[in-house]
């Protein structure tokens, strides 16, 4: 444990006892919130404060106000999770993590990601209209399956209308940057509408989102990624389908259909800035070359649950899911390597070709679990399950119809069971578990781009098996005081795509290629919760393994994957309290994550340099504060980014990347009307200009891709529901 740490703790009982604020928990004034929390992404019926883990829950009315602030389902989690990197206000979520890992996304349990080949596009894969919560469990942990290696986000979407008759929602946005550019003026439209009649319900809706151009903090247009994609200057529609049928009391039939597109209008070309200056990148008229950046997600699940089968419960789900992510060109520039790696002088004159890629995944399975307490021994509750799943991805090149990552297939097959006994009338309970991962990846032979040496590869189907351990032990003295301690390992594969397609040697067989070894992080972690009066403040100290871990490095102009072992730690608190002024709450988070990997190359397994912006984020401090009277209700939030230093060659102290700091502050109000509810936000109320986080900690020396964070814009709505 580091030094850092040492002191870190010796603080926390001392900031625990005297604060009074809290970052993360949302006001709520429901009858029912004190009501166990049931977190559908943990695989069972047990509540939260069962579970020995970390868990953050987004309600509808918490996760409205931050779309509203932030446009997006993962600009709602990163603001209120301090352990989240900031975003990076991009299609692409690459660098995006949470405790320094990938957290899987997933709807409704589904899979989203594409771990094959880590297109980054995962968190915009349903329009958050269509999401009634999102679920957080914080670090590695195998719930899901493959890609939990940071911790999961499950959206959970709407649900059924809840009486006979029709119901719905409806809602109309305005966005405009704070010198109302036409240019940067965007909307959205979204209708929902339900109806039941006795067993049977449906749910169908439909939201269009037009977003403008962004201005920084200087009035100047934010600089566009033409090749990974933007949500700048872009449109997307989103359609969406829930239908049930109660087959009796306790049984459910659940089908779930949802189609979401996002593709860049196309309007505009970066120019460059000056990094010396802190000049950067903006946009300027013009028609980018090829098709524009687009993603597009169909999802669809159907589930069976029945709360009452032999003294039990049990899900059955059947999924199904399609991406396609095609990602920008940029102009040919003589010179430039990620340019050059398409380039083939069999197709055409070496610096003339213009091409772009286009990932394309596919994947379907089953979850099935069952869950009751054991007879004879009714303090232990049993969890037994299994979870299937294929997943075929390739990455080509539309322009020229070649490929540049082989179609690559994955098939798990993974039997669970998880175990939860309570002692001492609950106040004690041990909990534990194992999952078996049986994988088999199968890719063709193959021939890598020119750029790669166009070397013949033979295909293989690399197989690994490995059973995954999670324990804990959860104390609750009293209500609302609880501590826990636990351990949980996750798994993914590394970016096989990256790695299959950067072969640049002769004599190559993926059978024994180890670099498809599969990346085992674990997550040990402590924790302390007092929920009791007015005050709900908690604290975790975590750290997190891997042996043979997964690294974005930059390579010339593209990422490339390799294999390290890192270590990851991290510290994070939340507190909040009710004030003697009725209706208004205080709120403080504060993140602390060191990140270390094997970075000197002489075969040694020890950590020896800092993991860069890519693969951790900053330190982080949220401040908060919600106020509701009536049908009136507001919230203003402060995110800090604290400034620090990445050491990028072991023992170099003065070959750094350093990142600034900044802050941004929000606000959110929202006013019940006798006819839906009027809401405006801002997001950075002050009109901050700052130099986001990626760019700082990755590319700093890059002006093409020197790209400034969002300035002051508002966000006006009128939401009806009836």
Known sequence: MSVKFRRALLVLPMTIGSASTLAQTPVNFDANADAPIIVTAARTELPANALPMTIDVLDNATLTQQVAIGGSVVDAVSALTPSFSPTRQKLSGAGETLRGRSPLYAINGIPQSAPLRDGARDGFTIDPFFVDRVEVIYGSNALQGIGGTGGIVNQVTVGPAQHDGISGRVMVQGNADSGFSSDGIGGKVAGLIGWRGGRFDATVGAAFHKRGVYYDGKGRRIGADLTQGETQDSRSWSVFGRFGYALSDTARLDLMLSRF?????????????DYTID???????GTPPGKSATNRTESAALTLTDSDLWGGS?????FWNRSRDTYGGEPVIAGEQFI???QDASIAPFGSLFDQSQNRSRKYGGKLSYERKVPGLEALTATLGLDVLYDATEQRLIATDRSWVPPTDYRSIAPFAQFNLALLNDKLRLAGGLRYEDVKISIDDYTTLASYGGFDVSGGTPRFSDTLFNGGVILEPVAGLRAYASYAEGYTVPDVGRIARAVNSAGVDIDDYVNIN???????EIGIEAKRGPLDASAAYFWSTSKNGSLLVRTGGVFEVQRQRVEIEGLEINLSAKTPLPGLLLSAGYAHLIGRTDGSGDGIDTVDRDLDGANISPDRLNLAASYRSGPFSARVQTLFFLSRKFERTPGNFSDTYAFDGYDVTDVGLRYETGFGALTLAAQNIFDTFYIDYYTQTVRPTDNAHFFAGRGRNFTFGWDYRF
């Not at 597109?261 to 800035?273: C, F, K």
């Open 518 to 524: 599969p990346i085992v992080s674990n997550n040990r």
């Open 279 to 285: 000049l950067p990148t903006t946009s300027v008229r």
């Open 314 to 318: 049990l899900m059955a789900q059947l």
């Open 340 to 342: 050059a790696t398409f």
């Open 261 to 273: 597109e996002l593709e860049g209008e196309g309007d505009y070309v970066p120019e460059n800035g």
